[in-house]
């Protein structure tokens, strides 16, 4: 069986909604550097990277990161 990784939904994903200045709480929080984001808005995710640890579903203050 797959070990499940995160995914990140667009359609809730809003980063200026989150802190002021548009940068992801989740990026900050994630250890293994998937979620990497370089200016304001949407962070990249590297789904190749994904350890399955779920640190960033929890950082995510608007739930748009689940675990799949």
Do not use: T
């Not at 940068?23 to 994630?30: G, I, L, M, S």
């Not at 200016?39 to 190749?48: H, I």
């Not at 994904?50 to 739930?63: D, F, L, M, S």
């Amino acid at each position: 069986m797959a070990k499940p990784i995160a995914v990140v939904d667009p359609h809730i994903c809003a980063p200026y909604a989150c802190s002021p200045d548009g940068k992801c709480p989740a990026v900050r929080e994630c250890k293994h550097r998937v979620l990497k984001q370089e200016e304001p808005g949407e962070p990249p995710f590297q789904f190749g990277l994904c350890q399955g640890c779920a640190i960033c579903v929890a950082a995510c203050p608007r739930k748009a990161i689940k675990m799949m």
